[in-house]
Nanobody, 127 residues
Framework: QVQLVESGGGLVQAGGSLRLSCAAS????????VAWFRQAPGKEQEFVTG????????YYTDSVKGRFTISRDNAKNTVYLQMNSLKPEDTAVYYC????????????????????WGQGTQVTVSS
């Protein structure tokens, strides 16, 4: 019964930046890995980036490498997604998801592996 709430989305011009946040409703009672997924209208959901419980391991889809950075502050129960050099093709609803794990260093990239999902936040990048 963990609620995840995304925030920070909005409308920006191409080349701009946004910082998304994913906050849990309460302190974690287990270790969890967190990921960001996104879905554009009429498109399939895709994995964007994920981070391990420890924060030491991350994974990015090729299209965002060098532009997006995922990080976490477990003391604040919050995961962040810093998005720089945004492109129109980044336009989508962004969802955060959390997966309970017994392994603090693991990161997961499949949506079906995740236990909790937020409601999403819209990111729109104009050209």
């Amino acid at each position: 019964q963990v609620q995840l709430v995304e925030s920070g989305g909005g409308l920006v011009q191409a080349g701009g930046s946004l910082r998304l946040s994913c906050a849990a409703s309460r302190r974690a009672i287990s270790m969890y890995s967190v990921a960001w997924f996104r879905q554009a209208p009429g498109k399939e959901q895709e994995f964007v980036t994920g981070i391990s419980w420890t924060g030491s391991n991350t994974y990015y889809t090729d299209s965002v490498k060098g532009r997006f950075t995922i990080s976490r502050d477990n003391a604040k129960n919050t995961v962040y997604l810093q998005m720089n050099s945004l492109k129109p093709e980044d336009t989508a609803v962004y969802y955060c998801a959390a997966k309970i794990t017994s392994y603090g260093g693991n990161v997961y990239s499949k949506a079906a592996e995740y236990d909790y999902w937020g409601q999403g936040t819209q990111v729109t990048v104009s050209s």
